[in-house]
């Protein structure tokens, strides 16, 4: 799905080392972007920037949904705050202010597959339409918010384990349930699971978001500095 949207390569792989050195020996690399790897310490990195979501309370896995402890967030060189802004001001000390950014997840359009191609359609669609949703996401709060908003009306919702691999048999029941409704929608990153199993026929919508910061051009500049230091 990355690979599609920015039109750059992703190497996906239990072993970041070696999918990095595999993609260093076959092109030339600029810039590796890491999901996830403020926790990965066998890989150096010139900038980490550590999202601050909707939990800031709570205890260490597996007791709450933190990985390292609060004193952690000395570690990374800029914070960007996707969730409770004030919860988190608490625990960060003032001297960060100049390398901490806001941001939030925005829809953008519907993306669905229609004549022999993926398509984009806008997001009146969802207005006053009888929807199902279906994802395998760990939270699926900010899709149904996204449904309110338009003022779509959900008649029910489908939630899969985080990272669910779709069959045949899971197919056949959200036909089952959506038999009554308008619209099928899903995240996008479901959506490419849904067309591994089904191939480009299945008749479901996908939820295109993307982060915006409310100051592109600060983030820009720090990121900018990381990297020439890097080099």
């Given amino acids: 799905m990355m690979a599609q949207l920015y ?5 996906v792989g239990p072993d970041r080392d070696e999918a990095a050195t595999l993609l260093l020996r076959n092109r030339n690399v600029d810039l590796f972007i890491l999901d996830d790897g403020f926790q990965h310490r066998r890989i150096q990195r010139d ?5 601050l979501g909707n939990d800031a309370t709570g205890s260490l896995l597996p007791a709450g949904p933190f990985r390292e402890s609060k004193s952690s967030l000395l570690r990374a060189d800029g914070l960007l705050f996707t969730g409770s802004q004030n919860g988190w001001q608490a625990l960060v000390d003032g001297s960060r202010a100049c390398t901490a950014f806001i941001g939030s997840l925005q829809p953008v359009v519907l993306v669905g597959f229609a004549s022999n191609h993926w398509k984009e359609f806008p997001l009146t ?3 006053r339409s009888k929807i199902v949703t279906v994802t395998g996401v760990g939270d699926p709060r900010g899709l149904y918010e996204i449904i309110h908003q338009w003022e779509g009306e959900l008649v ?9 691999m779709y069959t045949a048999r899971d ?5 089952r349930v959506a038999r009554l409704v308008d619209l099928i929608v899903t995240t996008e990153k479901d959506s490419v699971k849904f067309s591994a199993v089904l191939g480009r026929t299945f008749p479901i919508y996908a939820l295109r978001i993307e982060m915006r910061f409310e100051d592109t051009s600060k983030l820009g500049i720090v990121l900018e500095r990381a ?4 080099r």
């Fill in 156 to 164: 029910e919702t489908l939630e899969f384990p985080d990272h669910h």
């Fill in 227 to 230: 990297i020439q230091l890097g």
């Fill in 7 to 11: 039109g750059q390569t992703v190497a």
């Fill in 125 to 127: 669609l969802l207005y």
């Fill in 171 to 175: 197919w056949q029941q959200i036909n």
């Fill in 47 to 51: 900038f980490d920037l550590l999202l």
